[in-house]
């Protein structure tokens, strides 16, 4: 069993294209943290680099895309007391496309997650947070949403996770509450379900991690209406599309205090639309991080 992230982790880094970690709005954080990958009472902040793009096809209702992203993230896993921590995070993005560029801090995630270990080989953990709109969603140049760090709501994150040793599978609910105020698409998301399942291994000083994510998005979109008066919408069929993608992550623990850590993902499912900006056709990231607080 040990040689299957092995295998995952090969066969990602030969693939042609390298695709997005996610290409979520921010459900993916809900059971993120295998917290095996930790010592006791360990807390961990984590500074980071995303190169990504959307990839040159349009979508199918003709938009283009052929975006470029490049995003500076701070995280942070925080134990606060025993089987309790505080996970966040939060992003700057420099986007570009046919449309123009743009920049700026992104939406802030913080998410408060609970633990209860059960006959000593269980751990079922409950987290409960949310996204804030940090990130500006207009410009000078009137960009759509899709060009935007951030994505103009308010969000509920809920979910839990189950863990038996080396395995995990978790669920989680995205709820984002209004629309943004892109005053060019207005965009209103639907509700996001998240489903993942997946493996950790550690190997001396080396982590490996693969695990499957399966996005639905219960609710198709809306944006504003371009042939309608100022507040008409119009909802996008086909928007309510299911991701699914296998993730794999390899970790470093160069010392007591340093990790370093890589992660790819391939798409089983291609996106069609890209109205939120989240469609990804190649990402590669790479973070350090700094532990503290072990016992």
């Known amino acids: 069993m040990k040689s299957f992230p092995l295998l995952v982790l090969c066969i990602t880094i030969f693939t042609g294209e390298v695709?997005?970690?996610?290409?979520?709005?921010?459900?993916?954080?809900?059971?993120?943290?295998?917290?095996?990958?930790?010592?006791?009472?360990?807390?961990?902040i984590s500074f980071g680099y995303i190169f990504g793009t959307s990839g040159k096809d349009p979508d199918i209702n003709g938009t283009l895309n052929n975006l470029s992203f490049g995003t500076v993230f701070l995280e942070a896993d925080i134990n606060i007391a025993k089987n309790f921590w505080l996970d966040g995070g939060i992003p700057y993005s420099f986007i570009s496309g046919p449309l123009g560029e743009n920049n700026g801090i992104g939406d802030l995630i913080l998410v408060f997650s609970r633990s209860f270990m059960i006959k000593k080989t269980h751990r079922l953990t409950f987290?409960?947070?949310?996204?804030?709109?940090?990130?500006?969603?207009?410009?000078?140049?009137?960009?759509?949403?899709?060009?935007?760090?951030?994505?103009?709501?308010?969000?509920?994150?809920?979910?839990?996770?189950?863990?038996?040793?080396?395995?995990?599978?978790?669920?989680?609910?995205?709820?984002?509450?209004?629309?943004?105020?892109?005053?060019?698409?207005?965009?209103?998301?639907?509700?996001?379900?998240?489903?993942?399942?997946?493996?950790?291994?550690?190997l001396d000083k080396i982590g490996i991690k693969a695990e499957v994510l399966t996005i639905l998005r219960i609710q198709t979109s809306s944006v504003r209406d371009p042939n309608g008066p100022e507040d008409s919408f119009v909802e996008i069929d086909g928007t309510n599309e299911t991701q699914v993608n296998l993730l794999t992550t390899v970790s470093y623990r160069a010392s007591k205090e340093i990790g370093l850590t890589g992660q790819a993902a391939i798409p089983f499912l291609p996106r069609n639309y890209n109205y939120d900006g989240l469609k990804r056709t190649l990402a590669i990231s790479g973070s350090v991080s700094y532990f503290f607080g072990s016992k």
């Open 127 to 202: 987290s409960l947070g949310g996204k804030f709109a940090t990130g500006k969603v207009n410009s000078d140049d009137t960009l759509p949403q899709r060009y935007m760090p951030g994505l103009g709501t308010n969000d509920l994150l809920a979910g839990a996770t189950y863990t038996y040793q080396n395995y995990y599978f978790g669920a989680g609910y995205q709820k984002p509450f209004g629309r943004s105020s892109n005053y060019e698409t207005r965009l209103k998301r639907g509700d996001d379900l998240l489903f993942r399942a997946g493996f950790f291994e550690q």
């Open 19 to 44: 695709f997005s970690q996610c290409s979520d709005a921010g459900v993916c954080i809900i059971g993120k943290y295998h917290r095996r990958e930790l010592k006791q009472n360990e807390s961990s």
